[in-house]
């Protein structure tokens, strides 16, 4: 069965960085786009950075220029490199793919930011 399973999360002070991890399993990995979500306290889930299968990237405008995704075929993982962190970037980070229109999500990782 398909299975993501995200890692990397914690607590970073403001100007640190993480990086998140998501292993995934149970279907073919490089053939697929992958995501990161992710969900404040309160808020709706939001789009953070996805990756096709060229590797094009694409980010939400709150995170250009600070966070990078990538993927590792031969790892079938996907990652997302977070620097220069905020207050704001605090939530539980979400890795995504949709397989022949059906929506797979990771358990979640928590990053906290705080001094």
């Known amino acids: 069965q398909v299975q993501l399973v995200e890692s990397g999360g914690g607590l970073v002070q403001p100007g640190g960085s993480l990086r998140l991890s998501c292993a995934a399993s149970g279907f073919a990995f490089s053939r697929y786009a992958m995501s990161w979500y992710r969900q404040a306290p309160g808020k709706k889930r939001e789009l953070v950075a996805a990756?096709?299968?060229?590797?094009?990237?694409n980010y939400a405008d709150f995170v250009k220029g600070r966070f990078t995704i990538s993927r590792d075929n031969a790892k079938n993982t996907v990652y997302l490199q977070m620097n220069s962190l905020k207050p704001e970037d605090e939530a539980v980070y979400y890795c995504?793919?949709?397989?022949?229109?059906?929506?797979?999500w990771g358990q979640g990782t928590q990053v906290t930011v705080s001094s």
């Open positions: 990756v096709t299968t060229g590797d094009n990237t």
């Open positions: 995504y793919t949709n397989l022949f229109t059906r929506s797979y």
